[in-house]
Every structure is written in C-alpha cells, then in structure tokens.
C-alpha cells in the first residue's frame, strides 16, 4: 500500500493549498520536522528573512569589482531580520480545544530597538499585526489565541560594547475554516515581513522602529 492512501483525504488538499501560496520573496520557506505529539498528521514550514544591514557610504566605485570591494569594507551586509515557524495539525476525530479538525500554531521572533522595550503596546501591536494580516489576506479562522513577549538583552564583560537590544517574540494558533490554508500562509508570512520591518506594510497597519543596525 502506498504511504499517501493512509493520508486521509483532507489533510492531503490541506497540503497542496500550502503549495499554492504565493509568499515574498524575501521569505525563505523551508519544510522542517513536524511535531508527532500533537496531532495524528502535521507540516512544519520553518521561515527566515535576510536583509541588507547598511554601513558607510560607499565610496563612487565601478566595475565588476566593485561589488567585492564594497562587502569587503563592510558597507553591506546580510542579517538575519526575522524568522518564524508555520505548523498545520490535523486530527481526523476533530479537537473540543481547537473547535475543530484543523489547528495552525506559529512562531516569530524579531529584533527591534533597545528602547521598545519600555513600551506597554508593544505586545498589543503584535496582535494586532496577526489579526490584521489574516483579515487582509480573507483566511476565515476561529478560536485564536496567542502569546507576545519581550525579551531584553544586555551584555556585560567583555562583550559589554554590544549595545542593548529587545526582542519580540509572537506564539499564536488558531482553527481555519477548512482545509484551504494557503490564503493563512500568505497572511502569516507577510506577518513575518512586517515584523523584519520590510514594507510595503498592510493598509491599516502601523509600522515599530525597526531593528537596532550596529
């Protein structure tokens, strides 16, 4: 017997909609192990976002060299700005806690300004960021919950010239409607674009500071 004719039905239509979504470009999307404890059947999709990380003007160069010269006086360089976990649990019994068969739990995490972290609507924000997102991209969901915190860091010793920073981490999951998640995934992955700080951004939505750049 094939291994898929032991897939039921609707988690694999669940499948080939995550492969239809169209994310941006600057996502890159991964399949990763998918948890085995939660849920009879599960995908994982792990997601980071690179960005240039600004120095120093550059001075007026030419050339084919001039890209190597300009990276080795370190005038630009990628970082990592965001990154993510997309999870799909289906249990074909359904679940009284997800109010349904189908259960979506994420993960972002981002690195804003040092200063961020003194302010109270930090968090809300990210909620907001989720809610809008799924609005915008039409993802009929129920049953929504998450988490968002703040993390300061400080470093002491001899790492003591690292400045200050804070990270924002959002852990949210929700029920969709059925068995069609691609307009979710599109919604979740702009959501980790938002939080990299890269625009355009959602209409209606508002930008934080973005990342500290040393």
Not at 19 to 26: D, Q
Not at 99 to 121: C, P, S
């Amino acid at each position: 017997m094939n291994a898929l004719d032991q897939v039921p039905a609707e988690f694999l239509t669940a499948l080939g909609s995550l492969r239809k979504a169209r994310c941006r470009s600057e996502l890159h999307l991964d399949e990763i192990p998918a948890p085995s404890r939660l849920a009879p059947f599960a995908v994982a999709l792990g997601a980071e976002v690179i960005g240039p990380v600004p120095g120093p003007a550059p001075a007026a160069v030419h050339g084919p060299v001039s890209a190597a010269l300009v990276r080795a006086a370190g005038t630009v360089e990628d970082e990592e700005l965001a990154t993510g976990r997309f999870i799909l649990l289906y249990d074909p019994d359904g679940s009284a806690v997800w109010d349904g068969e189908f259960r979506i739990v994420t993960y972002i995490r981002a690195q804003l300004e040092a200063e961020m972290g003194n302010d109270e609507m930090l968090g809300s924000v990210a909620w907001t960021w989720l809610v809008e997102a799924l609005e915008n991209h039409k993802a009929p969901y129920r049953a929504a919950g998450g988490t968002a915190t703040r993390i300061l860091s400080e470093s002491f010793g001899t790492l003591s010239d690292r400045p200050a920073s804070i990270d924002i981490e959002l852990r949210a999951s929700w029920t969709p409607e059925g068995p069609d998640i691609r307009s979710h995934l599109e919604a979740w992955s702009d959501m980790v674009c938002t939080f990299a700080g890269l625009p355009p951004l959602p209409e209606g939505v508002s930008a934080l500071p973005r990342r500290r750049r040393n």
